[in-house]
């Protein structure tokens, strides 16, 4: 190895994660780039996570 490269040993099931991170991210990134409106919701899903009830988006018909 040269003096300016970096070896790194990931375990199998880490690259697994970080592989399907990328996935998501690509995902929600493509949908961005496309001006869909994503909910927060939405966005927690595509990533892999759920939202406490006090972070989620509002319905459209309570909000006055």
């Known amino acids: 190895m040269g003096e ?4 790194v040993n990931i375990p199998y099931s880490r690259l697994e ?3 399907d991170t990328e996935t998501r991210s690509e995902v929600l ?14 966005i927690a899903d595509i ?15 309570e909000v006055v």
Do not use: A, Q
């Open 4 to 7: 300016n490269e970096l070896m």
């Open 47 to 61: 990533l892999g996570f759920k939202l406490p009830p006090y972070k989620r988006d509002k319905d459209p018909k």
């Open 29 to 42: 990134k493509t949908m961005v780039m496309k001006n869909d409106y994503v909910s927060n919701e939405k």
């Open 17 to 19: 994660v970080l592989l």
